[in-house]
């Protein structure tokens, strides 16, 4: 009998091996290789672009199939979405450990979280949408 085997790619937005916080700005992403529900490998993915549709093209690109993320507005979730990508926001913590937590079905994520603030304000990028700080994680 012979086993079916599922590979999948999931990509983190990351910063310093944590879940960055607003994907429009994501300068990394983490990229895992998910083979039989575990990591084999993982490498670190840098954009050329910017802006929502240019990322979700870009991870479609590098064949991705799910991402996990803080923060994040509408317009990248439709990007996402129209590019057939499976989105997990408002999470925060280490990237890997966000993996094996989806990957075990724990993780702890806020699927209506939409980042309603004005991306040109100059709040900084380190912000976490998650928290609620800007009116990011109480937006449904």
Sequence with gaps: MQRSVI???IAVT????Q???HFGHTEEFMLYDVTDGKIVSAVAIRPTEGGHGALAGFLKAHGTDALICGGI???AKSALADEGISL???VSGGCEDAVKALLD???KYQPDIQCAHKHDESHGYGHNCGEDKHGCGGNK
Aim: with cysteine; glycine share 26%.
């Design 19 to 21: 879940v960055f916080q």
């Design 73 to 75: 507005g509408a317009g």
């Design 14 to 17: 990351c910063e310093n091996g």
């Design 88 to 90: 997990y926001p408002g």
């Design 7 to 9: 590979i999948m790619k």
């Design 105 to 107: 079905g724990s993780l």
